[in-house]
């Protein structure tokens, strides 16, 4: 299993994720993403607007703001109970979470004397801004997930679109936490993205539980279908005491990362709470009822979606390292070479094919070096195919395609390149 430290370093040193601000020193718990990494990412989001929203008819999408009035995370009951459990070590002051066994357990290692905790203070995690340019300004927040903008925005949808219960409305966008420990790179971060779905039901046990497993299935194949190794792939469900305030049940998918299995996408039975706080309710127009519909909410974080593809993705050989990205989420699908680089008749040739190719798919073009660091880097950056044009190009109008994880070579006509990429990436 691919260790962090390489994890780290290929993503600084390849431009997938810096620290955030890193002249300055940089600030826990903040991440850039690079020129490869905002394309994983971007892929990832896209990959999964297109499975929830687009290839459905039952949801819609939503972009709510990041600030609301302040009153929905009263009614939400975040300012009251988005909390975590935080102790201070009363040797050196440092905070830890207090349900973070291995964190408080490393800790103790690190003192020779034994650690006295401070008892467990609750710390609410929701970030304060302040609006206005006259005192005294308005305190409001940044949303501490994006969901409670899917709700706030349930009367404005069910008004404007012809969609009737069950139904679903999905929304991807930021959200921060005051987070006690940001760690483990970019895997709790105080700022971070989240891909959510919130599926509306009838207040039916049967229903709403048979609805649950539905999305907690799709949720599992759709990371399968982006490459995921199922072995690394688990379903954990949450003890009554670890739920959060909202939730009737809860599950989440956990990966094994090189820090244990983990979680990054939570399946949520939100009952009838958040539409209930917000006094919403539905009409069922054809039954003659009005009810509080309940909520089956999938809520997943494009960082550590990102994060755990990556890892998942790293292998290394003896002589390569090799980011085995499925191709649709790779950040080029293909890099185009001029066998040499110094032969102007192969470098026009070889810049037509780029250009013509670069319209379609992300295409590259790599002329440094030689042919065998050219494959490394690709590799490195899970490039799937390389483009060689070498001298019979010039009269076959043919190149030679190379495989990512196989390195095999195949010659392929010119003319059938694009369509040779698109029926491999859709296979
Ligand atoms: P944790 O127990 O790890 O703090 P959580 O159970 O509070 O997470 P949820 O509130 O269920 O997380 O959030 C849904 C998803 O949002 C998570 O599965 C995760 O992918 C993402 N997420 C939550 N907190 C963070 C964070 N601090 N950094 C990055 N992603 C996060």
Redesign the pocket.
Known sequence: MAKMDEITSLAKRRGFIFPSSEIYGGLK?FWDYGPLGVELKNNIKRLWWKSMVYERDDVVGLDASIIMNPKVWEASGHTEAFT?PLVECKVCHIRIRADNNQEIENHEKSHKATVEWTKPKTFNLLTEVYLGTTEPKLKAYLRG?ITQGVFVNFKNILDSSRQRIPFGIAQIGK?F?N?IT?GNF?????E???M?LEYFVAPDEKESLETFEYWKEQRLKWYVSLGMDKKKLRFREHAPDER?HYAKS?E??EYEAPFGW?????I?HRGEWDLGRHKLSYKDEEAGKEYTPWVIET???????TLFILIDAYHSEKDRVILKLHPKLAPYKAAVFPLLANKPDLVTKAKTIYLRLKLRLATVWDDRGNIGKRYFAQDEIGTPWCVTVDFDTLKDDAVTVRDRDTTKQERVAVDNLEEYFQNKIKG
């Open positions: 718990g975590d997930e959200a936490r987070e940001p970019t895997y709790r971060s105080r971070f993205e989240q959510e959060a809860a989440d998918i983990s979680e990054f996408e939570g949520h809520s997943g974080g494009v960082d550590r979606s």
